[in-house]
Structures are given as structure tokens and as C-alpha cells.
């Protein structure tokens, strides 16, 4: 039993990238462009790779998998893929999306390259839309009811500049383990440049099928592994 809260809020606005936090989305196969799985609350949220609070989240998922997984080897477990993490560099999304690309017989334009330099978060939720707010003349704003949902809703479009409360999970899915980051509160800005051009089910694939009930650091002496 974990004896830690598996909770995280971030700290500092970051740049969240395809919101779908108002209405649940499936996952489109980029393939058949047909949906498939459940909808989804997902969000990405893009930190620089010295953000304090990529490194927090980095850290607290690594007790996750400790109390998960005890005596795991997470560097051999991440380099053979039986682990896998709510998070990429930007230099492994653009690789992947230039592979993809190239096997279309297409060519990468170099349209993602914000992303160098950066880490990607992929969160998401099933159960229950996330607590919503926004940031109104300096002040947070909670969004309780549906109709300051919809009164306020254009504000959380990709390249907004806010910030996220998840919970991190680690659970084992026909013998792959993973840690997922369970999206449960979601801020708002209303400021930031557009970015768009992207599909979300291009970030967020890996968890169609893969996302399960949510009820499953400061001071570490390890490296972080990843």
C-alpha cells in the first residue's frame, strides 16, 4: 500500500496541446480513421526538459513503479519496452511522425519542431470529466456547472498556456507494464499561440484499450532513470 499521495499539481503554465477536457473523445485509428475504444478526457501537456515539474512527476512515477513493481529494473524495463511511460521527447515524437510520414511516402516539414528541447505528457480519464478552471482579470475561476463550461470553453484550445493536476498509475496490461497519468484537474489561461495541425490520436494512441479505473519527490536518492 503506497504510503505516498500519487497526486501531482503543476506548479508553473505549461502548454497544453489538444485538449479534448469538455467533451470526451474516442481514439481514431490513423489508419481506418474509425474510432475505437471509449471517449476519453485527454490532454498533452508540453514542459521543457528542465522543468521542475517534469523532473517532480519523473520522480513521484518512479515511487509508483517502486510500490508497484518492487525490485523492477526501470532502466532494463524501459529499454526492452515491457514499461512504458505517460510521457516522450520531443525528438522521439518527431521520429516517430517522420516514419510515419516516410512509409506514406511523405516528407516531415518540420512543422513540430517546438517540440525539440521538450517532453510531451499524455494524460487522459474515463470516468469523469476533469475539474475545470480559469484564470478571468488575475483571478481563478472554477467552472462548475455546464453553462460556465460552455460560456468559457474556447479557452482551452491547443497552445494555451495552463496547468494540470493528475494521478499517476502503474498497472500491468497482457504483461506490459505501465504508469499512467490520469488527468483530474485542468487550468486554464486563456493566452497562448494556437498550435494546431495534429491529431490528438497521434499522441494519445498508445492508450486506447489501455486505460483502466483510477483506483488502483523530494529527497530521492536514485538517479532518475529516464
Do not use: C
Amino acid at each position: 500500500m503506497a504510503d505516498f499521495d500519487p497526486r501531482y499539481t503543476t506548479t508553473e503554465l505549461a502548454t497544453l496541446l489538444w485538449p479534448k477536457v469538455v467533451v470526451p473523445e474516442a481514439y481514431i485509428d490513423p489508419k481506418t480513421k474509425k474510432a475505437k475504444g471509449e471517449p476519453a478526457y485527454t490532454t498533452a501537456v508540453l514542459f521543457p526538459n528542465d522543468s521542475d515539474d517534469l523532473r517532480a512527476i519523473k520522480e513521484l512515477s518512479i515511487q509508483v513503479i517502486k510500490d508497484q513493481w518492487p525490485g523492477l529494473d526501470i532502466r532494463a524495463a524501459k529499454a526492452d519496452k515491457s514499461l512504458h511511460l505517460p510521457w516522450d521527447t520531443g525528438e522521439e515524437m518527431i521520429a516517430k511522425k517522420t516514419k510515419r510520414l516516410a512509409d506514406q511516402g511523405k516528407e516531415y516539414n518540420g512543422g513540430d519542431d517546438y517540440q525539440l528541447g521538450h517532453t510531451i505528457l499524455k494524460t487522459t480519464t474515463k470516468l469523469s470529466r476533469p475539474a475545470l478552471a480559469v484564470l478571468l482579470n488575475g483571478k481563478l475561476v472554477d467552472l462548475l456547472d455546464d453553462t460556465a463550461i460552455a460560456l468559457h470553453k474556447s479557452k482551452f484550445y491547443s497552445g494555451v498556456q495552463g496547468a494540470v493536476q493528475i494521478k499517476l498509475n502503474a498497472t500491468e496490461v497482457e504483461g506490459k507494464k505501465f504508469v499512467t497519468a490520469y488527468l483530474q484537474q485542468v487550468v486554464s489561461s486563456g493566452t497562448g499561440k494556437q498550435i494546431g495541425g495534429k491529431l490528438a490520436s497521434e499522441t494519445f494512441g498508445g492508450f486506447a484499450g489501455k486505460v483502466v479505473a483510477e483506483d488502483p519527490s523530494t529527497g530521492m536518492e536514485d538517479e532518475i532513470p529516464f
